[in-house]
């Protein structure tokens, strides 16, 4: 194989056949073999043509939310996922990334030059009736730019509908003592392994924004009211929406702490939040030291919803000497549910270089997921922070796990719209 050939461009990009059980991918550089290509999805095949230069991942099932490639060239991804399912929906291609340079966005399209705003600095201001809804009616546009969730599995609005009669109340009252009896049995349990322990329930973003919608938000589900009515003076409980709503009185107002296009809280929303959450155990100060004056952009995780593709908008992120240094080396990384879409998903960090030498392990969702590249996450601020961090994308707590890693400190962290569903654990 010349020289010429080994050097020479190709873009990757990624087709997802008509029964969505087959992705073929094209462009590889030389040298893939299917050890170099992961899948999240369950009992992947996947074959490689290395002189085409391709290389096809097929499930039984049909393809799940990502396919993931690594090997030699994991450097020049950054860890960029290959959209496929819902995220092509209605696209027969998605241009990944050029191998040569820097990414470009995680869609493409076929109109290309239609959509060069993903990759350059000008933006522009849409008018958009407020109430619109996504064609699955889950993503609602409310006032002043922001995209709120509104229906879907958890059936949110149905959740600030306010009990109307006594066997509601008496429901939502049983309920929300169900989940102050789990959370004090986690404190015990947790204590008494060892470690401290620290609960936050983070509200939703329609309950702490003026959404302009009738019946969404504005105010918090009648069970986030119940259940900190039980466990709000807790020494161990941190109420994310009060954290929210007391770091807005000397700022410019509760807005900046939400992206407009995404569901979870901005990068100076997730500083807050993480904050609260040390402070409870150990020095917070080294947080204090954040700065907040530098601009990137953001793929919300509902503008996909409303708009059939992810829109880029520019959000400021944080900075600190010690959030910048790339220390953190991501030791481990998995699933313990190979079935599920996220849930499941492990994730270590070691930082000899981290201002609160802990061990932190953390059960959560996607407000802490992704790796630290992801300046809204909160794994980039507590994997740079802590000494040794343990993400765990569950629902529930594992004890075992607990005993066995021997933490300083176990957070449970949970969102609003979860709480009708009461963890096992």
């Not at 992961?38 to 230069?53: F, Q, T, W």
């Not at 900075?319 to 599920?340: K, M, V």
Request: overall charge positive; hydrophobic content about 40%.
């Amino acid at each position: 194989m010349s020289e010429e050939r080994r050097s020479s461009p190709r873009p990757l990009l990624a087709d997802l056949s008509a029964d969505r059980k087959t992705l073929t991918v094209t462009g590889l550089p030389d040298g893939v073999v299917a050890s170099d290509i992961r899948s999240l999805g369950k009992d992947p095949i996947i074959e490689v043509d290395d002189a085409a230069h391709t290389a096809t991942i097929t499930l039984k099932q049909g393809l799940g939310p990502w396919a993931l490639l690594g090997g030699p060239f994991q450097a020049n991804l950054r860890g960029q996922r290959l959209p496929v399912g819902d995220e092509l929906r209605d696209r027969e291609r998605a241009r990944v990334l050029s191998l040569q340079g820097p990414p470009v966005p995680v869609v493409g399209f076929q109109n290309e030059r239609a959509n060069a705003a993903h990759t350059g600095d000008a933006f522009s201001a849409l008018t958009v009736p407020v109430g619109s809804r996504s064609a699955d009616d889950v993503v609602v546009v409310g006032q002043g730019g922001h995209l709120f969730v509104a229906r879907g599995s958890n059936a949110l609005e149905q959740q600030y509908v306010p009990p109307a009669t006594r066997a509601e109340s008496a429901k939502l009252r049983e309920r929300a003592a169900r989940w102050a009896s789990l959370m004090r049995a986690r404190h015990d349990a947790v204590r008494s392994l060892g470690s401290q322990f620290v609960q936050m329930v983070q509200p939703e973003k329609s309950s702490m924004l003026d959404t302009g919608l009738v019946g969404l938000g504005g105010r918090p589900t009648p069970l986030l009211v119940e259940l900190e009515k039980r466990v709000a003076s807790k020494r161990w409980y941190v109420s994310g929406r009060e954290v929210i709503d007391r770091g807005t009185r000397t700022r410019l107002g509760v807005e900046e702490n939400w992206i407009p296009f995404d569901s979870h809280p901005s990068p100076l929303g997730m500083w807050r939040l993480a904050r609260a959450l040390v402070e409870r155990f150990a020095d917070a100060s080294p947080l204090d030291s954040v700065q907040f004056t530098t601009t990137t952009t953001h793929a919300g995780d509902l503008s996909g919803k409303i708009f059939g593709h992810w829109i880029r908008q520019p959000i400021v992120t944080s900075t600190a000497p010690w959030l910048d240094n790339g220390a953190p080396r991501l030791i481990e990384s998995g699933t313990t549910r190979p079935a599920h879409k996220f849930v499941g998903t492990k994730m270590v960090w070691r930082n000899p270089q981290a201002p609160v030498p802990l061990k932190v392990v953390l059960f959560g969702a996607s407000t802490f997921s992704s790796t630290p590249r992801i300046h809204r996450t909160g794994n980039r601020l507590f994997s740079h922070l802590f000494g040794e961090y343990h993400f765990r994308w569950e629902p529930d707590i594992d004890l075992d796990y607990v005993e066995a890693v021997k933490p300083d400190v176990v957070i449970c962290h949970t969102v609003e719209r979860f709480l009708p569903r009461l963890p096992e654990r």
